[in-house]
């Protein structure tokens, strides 16, 4: 399994929300990030429709998390951003595939319960 940039970019710029009480401009996170304004702006489209972060107009306006820090996993930013990651697909359905899908299963549910066990609280 490899993330693209959407996850990594995600979550490096979600962390300037998790560590700060006041909203963040995308502006902001884009320069200390080094990460594209526009690319960032669908990055942050996507987390807003999952419900992670919540936006403000104006001068003082910018980006909050839409709740604390210790209730948003990881593996909630990586889902909205990345889409369903833990479907297994065999190439065939035959007796080979079916003796090796029980331990790409087990892998994936290592995966999740690692990703759901980390907070973004657990990264700042």
Not at 31 to 38: C, G
Not at 76 to 83: H, N
Not at 84 to 96: F, M, W
């Amino acid at each position: 399994m490899k993330f693209s940039t959407k996850a990594e970019y995600g979550l490096r710029a979600i962390m300037h929300l998790a560590d700060s009480d006041e909203p963040v401009s995308l502006a902001s996170i884009a320069k200390i990030e080094n990460i594209s304004l526009a690319y960032l702006e669908r990055i942050f489209a996507m987390l807003k429709k999952a419900d992670l972060i919540t936006s403000f107009k104006g001068v003082q306006g910018g980006y909050i998390l839409s709740k604390p820090a210790n209730q948003v996993n990881v593996a909630e930013i990586v889902q909205a951003l990345e889409g369903e990651l833990y479907k297994i697909d065999c190439a065939e359905c035959n007796v080979t595939c079916c003796k090796v899908h029980p331990v790409w299963q087990k892998l994936y549910e290592q995966i999740d319960s690692t990703l759901n066990s980390i907070t973004l609280k657990d990264l700042i």
